[in-house]
């Protein structure tokens, strides 16, 4: 099977290895067609533990990613002591060999890691996890200070189609006033957001200021990213990070 995977680009150590997948490249039919590695969403559970057993096979991750049971919250877990699919929407770790993963068809997924390598961490975050703080929640996990740490935005629904309601600007207008600037107006008195301004912001506000990435938009690509606004059924993108062993 042929992948289509995005490398982060962004100055970590070698030590730190991190990707995205996309829709192409697995086996699952339909509307999860083909790379789908959630198993929550629908498809076959056949096709979904070849589709991951392939992932894990072609980027030859050093264990079964930690895969978790996400709730739009702000629960982080410490992924080498998780268990079996915690309810949290980040994860990290400072153990190499120990994989975190989030699953995202819209949302934004974050990734961190620290400029010597010693920890990483995933976070999915879509609107409502990034007004409530997972951001913050995983940055304060980290066992290092912000200003050590680079992040990474990886795909998510881009600011020219992602029409949210007043509520949602109100979310995060009674935290920041500055979050102005990651809203336009939309239709009948709707508001365009764009989650990867918000989310540069808020790890701003907590002393990330190393962020790259960020710029596609799941709902305008349909050819290479799943979106649940879109096509409601479908399947999701995974995004790992890793420490590699010494």
Same mark, same amino acid.
């Given at each position: 099977?042929?992948h289509?995977?995005?490398?982060p680009d962004?100055?970590?150590p070698?030590?730190?290895r991190?990707?995205?997948t ?27 533990? %070849? ?9 030859v991750?050093p264990a079964e990613p930690?895969?978790?049971?996400q ?10 002591r998780?268990?079996d699919?915690?309810?949290?929407d980040?994860?990290? $770790?400072?153990q190499?060999?120990?994989?975190c993963v989030?699953?995202t ?8 890691a ?7 961490a ?16 995983t ?13 990474w935005l990886g795909?998510a629904?881009?600011p020219?189609?992602f ?6 600007r ?8 500055q979050?102005a600037?990651?809203? $336009?107006?939309? %239709?009948?008195?709707?508001?365009f957001a ?5 989310g540069r912001?808020?790890l701003?506000?907590c002393?990330? %200021?190393?962020?790259?990435?960020g710029?596609w ?16 059924i $479908?399947g999701r993108?995974? $995004?790992l ?6």
């Amino acid at each position: 099977m042929m992948h289509d995977w995005l490398l982060p680009d962004w100055p970590v150590p070698p030590a730190v290895r991190a990707v995205t997948t996309t829709r192409h490249g697995g086996v699952s039919h339909g509307p999860w067609a083909s790379m789908n590695p959630a198993d929550h969403v629908g498809d076959a559970a056949a096709a979904v533990a %070849t589709n991951r057993a392939w992932l894990r096979s072609a980027l030859v991750l050093p264990a079964e990613p930690v895969w978790l049971s996400q709730v739009h919250g702000v629960g982080v877990v410490d992924a080498a002591r998780a268990g079996d699919r915690p309810a949290a929407d980040a994860a990290w $770790t400072a153990q190499p060999g120990v994989v975190c993963v989030v699953l995202t068809a819209d949302c934004l997924p974050v990734l961190l890691a620290d400029r010597a390598g010693c920890c990483v961490a995933a976070a999915h975050a879509g609107w409502r996890g990034l007004a409530a703080g997972v951001l913050e929640a995983t940055v304060a996990q980290l066992p290092v200070p912000p200003r050590e740490l680079l992040a990474w935005l990886g795909p998510a629904i881009g600011p020219a189609a992602f029409e949210v309601g007043v509520e949602v600007r109100a979310a995060f207008m009674g935290q920041d006033a500055q979050a102005a600037g990651a809203f $336009t107006p939309g %239709t009948d008195g709707r508001w365009f957001a764009d989650l990867y301004r918000l989310g540069r912001q808020r790890l701003a506000a907590c002393g990330v %200021t190393a962020v790259y990435g960020g710029g596609w938009c799941t709902f305008r690509d349909s050819g290479r990213f799943y979106s649940y606004r879109r096509d409601g059924i $479908t399947g999701r993108m995974a $995004t790992l990070v890793w420490l590699a062993g010494q």
